[in-house]
């Protein structure tokens, strides 16, 4: 019925094709809250070496923009103007002030799931990203004037 050819072909083009699928990797899941909704969106590239991008948190009340994220030499928007990256997790860093807090958020492509390094958040965008985050330093923080100053207001 088959002659030894088409057997041959057939358990070849088998191989072949069960070799391609095994390289595709399943989509990468989503980090756990607060994480999965925090994204970098809008991302624009200044220059060769500045890209900034805006953090924002999809919560309860619609999506928030907690401000912009700005990183030098990075791969992060070069090339794609409007691509998106999921934060997957973020570690906060030594303050050098109290009230102002610094994080080292670790990013991935949101489309393709491929690391894309990791970004400072600072400032402001810092700081509403804190009270996402729960910080109890930051919930507690209430601004005081300095009582040294030669300000005032």
């Known amino acids: 019925m088959f002659d030894r050819m088409t057997v041959f072909v057939g358990i070849g083009a088998a191989l072949l094709l069960s070799g391609c699928v095994a390289t595709v990797q399943p989509p990468r899941p989503l980090p756990v809250a607060p994480y999965t909704y925090l994204s970098l969106n809008a991302c624009k590239a200044y220059g060769s070496d500045i890209v900034e991008c805006q953090l924002d948190y999809l919560g309860n009340f619609g999506r928030q923009r907690l401000g912009p994220v700005q990183q030098k030499s990075s791969p992060i928007g070069i090339g794609n103007q409007d691509y998106q990256y999921q934060v997957s997790s973020c570690m906060p860093m030594q303050r050098v002030q109290k009230e102002l807090p610094i994080y080292l ?6 489309r393709s799931g491929a690391d894309a390094g990791s970004v400072f958040i600072k400032g402001g965008t810092a700081v509403r990203l804190a009270r996402v985050l729960g910080d109890p330093e ?14 005032r207001g």
């Open 105 to 110: 958020c670790d990013i991935y492509g949101a």
């Open 138 to 151: 930051q919930l507690r923080y209430r601004w005081k004037p300095d009582v040294w100053s030669r300000v």
